[in-house]
T-cell receptor, first 117, second 110 residues
């Protein structure tokens, strides 16, 4: 089956620093990827849609200057959390769909657990 | 996008008992998807329902889509410890985006 990878799986950073998370589609090309955030025991909240070759589209309430998304190739999207603060500590998960397939299931990466101290 | 309401939030059962989670929308859904997330893991796609009144089975799992396409359910018969996790329904918001329900966290007493 399709595989989406994420790196790193865990990261601890100090408040005020930036962290980059990579999301890769391993055996298919993804023109669109999605970034979610999940707080403990809560649901997944869509943060933004990453579009290859164009700007990301952000959901309401998500600061685009804080969560920088770059979709530089058909297999790689990156999320950079800038000037991270403890309240940004969360589980960040990316996903992608295989173009042209039905059902339109999303394949999720294993997630990145960010802890900001 | 419109939220999908999912109940219950938590369910604890004895191994062998049945389990059901419900997903409700105030608006008609084009389709509904179900995902399972194991503790510490990521969501994994289970199924998509598209047709009004549709019923699909996967071994001990039965998925239903309401006649009005505003609600859906997932029923697990005779739960096993491997069924532990959080079950999410998700609606298609358009532009390939999914909106997830709050999830039902299933724990099982062996």
């Amino acid at each position: 089956g399709a595989v989406v990878s994420q790196h790193p799986s865990r990261v601890i950073c100090k408040s005020g620093t930036s962290v980059k998370i990579e999301c890769r589609s391993l055996d298919f090309q993804a023109t669109t990827m999605f970034w979610y955030r999940q707080f403990p025991k809560q649901s997944l909240m869509l943060m933004a849609t990453s579009n290859e070759g164009s700007k990301a589209t952000y959901e309401q309430g998500v600061e685009k200057d804080k969560f920088l998304i770059n979709h530089a190739s058909l297999t790689l999207s990156t999320l950079t959390v800038t000037s991270a603060h403890p309240e940004d500590s969360s589980f960040y998960i990316c996903s992608a769909r295989i173009p042209g397939t039905d059902p339109y299931e999303q394949y999720f990466g294993p997630g990145t657990r960010l802890t900001v101290t | 996008g419109q939220q999908v309401m999912q109940i219950p939030q938590y369910q604890h059962v004895q191994e062998g008992e049945d389990f059901t989670t419900y997903c409700n929308s105030s608006t008609t859904l084009s389709n509904i998807q179900w995902y399972k997330q194991r503790p510490g893991g990521h969501p994994v796609f289970l199924i998509q329902l598209v047709k009004s009144g549709e019923v699909k089975k996967q071994k001990r799992l039965t998925f239903q889509f309401g006649e009005a396409k505003k609600n859906s359910s997932l029923h697990i018969t005779a739960t096993q410890t491997t069924d532990v996790g959080t079950y999410f329904c998700a609606r298609d918001q358009g532009a390939q985006k999914l909106v997830f329900g709050q999830g039902t966290r299933l724990t099982i007493n062996p």
